[in-house]
């Protein structure tokens, strides 16, 4: 059994979230395990100073249940799959030789350093200060952003994120969130059937 962890990080709406799900309806035999599903009641996330609510950080995120996932499915991709509903492809003439591929998708994935330890891949999607300003006012959250929360404390903490990342992780792959979606994917899509034919080998 062989296995490869893809993961794609990146700014809030800088367009993560369709990159991975694309890739995972691409690649065969792969799972998706989003960041964002893991976060901690409304309820016991702190407010800062400010009164604004501090969901931009690992403490606001079940990272323990999220490892929990990861490591089952490294344990048995097979049996997590169907777990979800989702069954291998034969595409190769033994079982053998089938790869699993686990995309993780989240904006604070790189900074949790015993998940970025497990990936193979790591890709980043960036996307400009105004244009994710604008995307963001556009989504509906729950709660929804209060005034002034973008540039009070969502901007500021993907800066302080960011640099933190940076510091301690190396061998990413940064995207311009910018490019056409379909460009995107085939750039990167290319990239992890290369790594899935390596270890086929």
Same mark, same amino acid.
Request: include cysteine; aromatic fraction near 10%.
């Given at each position: #059994? ?21 890739? @995972? ?12 599903? &893991? ?11 400010n009164?604004?609510?501090? &969901? ?6 079940? #990272? ?5 996932d ?16 989702? &069954? ?9 030789? /089938?790869?699993?591929?686990? /995309? ?18 790591? &890709?980043?999607?960036? /996307? ?8 963001r006012?556009?989504?509906?959250y ?10 009070? @404390?969502?901007?500021? #903490? ?19 969130? #910018?490019k056409?979606?379909?460009?995107l994917? =085939? =750039?990167?899509c290319k ?11």
């Amino acid at each position: #059994m062989k296995t490869l962890l893809v993961g794609v990080g990146g700014m809030t709406n800088g367009g993560k979230s369709t990159l991975s799900k694309n890739l @995972h309806q691409q690649i065969p035999n792969s799972c998706l395990i989003a960041q964002d599903s &893991y976060f901690k009641d409304d309820s016991v996330v702190p407010v800062d100073s400010n009164g604004f609510k501090q &969901y931009d950080m690992l403490d606001a995120l079940h #990272m323990d249940t999220m490892m929990c996932d990861v490591n089952s499915w490294r344990r048995d991709p097979l049996s997590f799959m169907r777990r979800r509903g989702l &069954y291998p492809e034969l595409t190769t003439s033994s079982a053998d030789e /089938i790869v699993y591929v686990l /995309i993780v998708e989240g904006f604070l994935i790189f900074n949790h350093r015993p998940l970025n330890e497990l990936f193979y891949k790591r &890709y980043f999607m960036e /996307i400009p200060y105004d244009v994710c300003k604008t995307r963001r006012s556009l989504r509906v959250y729950a709660p929804p952003d209060p005034p002034e929360y973008f540039d009070g @404390h969502v901007w500021q #903490m993907y800066l302080k994120n960011r640099q933190e990342m940076e510091s301690m992780v190396s061998g990413i792959v940064f995207l311009d969130g #910018m490019k056409p979606k379909e460009e995107l994917l =085939a =750039a990167v899509c290319k990239e992890v059937c290369q790594e899935i034919e390596k270890l086929r080998e």
